[in-house]
């Protein structure tokens, strides 16, 4: 999962090269300006909460506390506000979400089958979420 969030970092990192180049929609990323100190905060709490951390269920708990966040929501609306048409056509930032969300909500409940109601939740929050072969 880190170095699928890592990757995710590595993308954005693209897209906001891209988009100074190419331009930006900002009326698309708008909406989340706001927002986006509270997210800050709700991931310092997060991550400080990392120490308190006592069993690998209170980790993948912590994994669903994230992914539920509106984070990936600010994922998404961050590449659909860059105007550059490379970002919008390649393959790898438009399938980025639903891959990780697929295997996170597949791999959860083989590590620790008491999360399977959790990541149902999950899965229902992210429609594009498929079953992983």
Not at 11 to 25: F, Q
Not at 64 to 78: C, D, P, Y
């Amino acid at each position: 999962m880190a170095d699928q969030e890592q990757y995710h970092a590595d993308l954005l990192e693209v897209c906001r090269a891209t988009a100074l180049r190419s331009g930006w929609k900002a009326n698309l990323f708008n909406p989340w300006q706001d927002y986006l100190p509270r997210l800050e905060q709700q991931m310092d709490a997060a991550e400080a909460s990392v120490y308190q951390i006592g069993s690998v269920e209170d980790a993948l708990r912590l994994v669903i506390q994230i992914e539920s966040s509106e984070v990936n929501k600010v994922f998404r609306a961050a590449l659909a506000a860059t105007d550059a048409a490379f970002v919008k056509r390649l393959k790898p930032f438009q399938e980025a979400m639903e891959a990780h969300m697929s295997y996170i909500v597949e791999r959860l409940p083989q590590l620790s089958p008491q999360l399977v109601l959790d990541t149902r939740e999950l899965r229902a929050e992210f429609p594009g979420v498929r079953h992983q072969p």
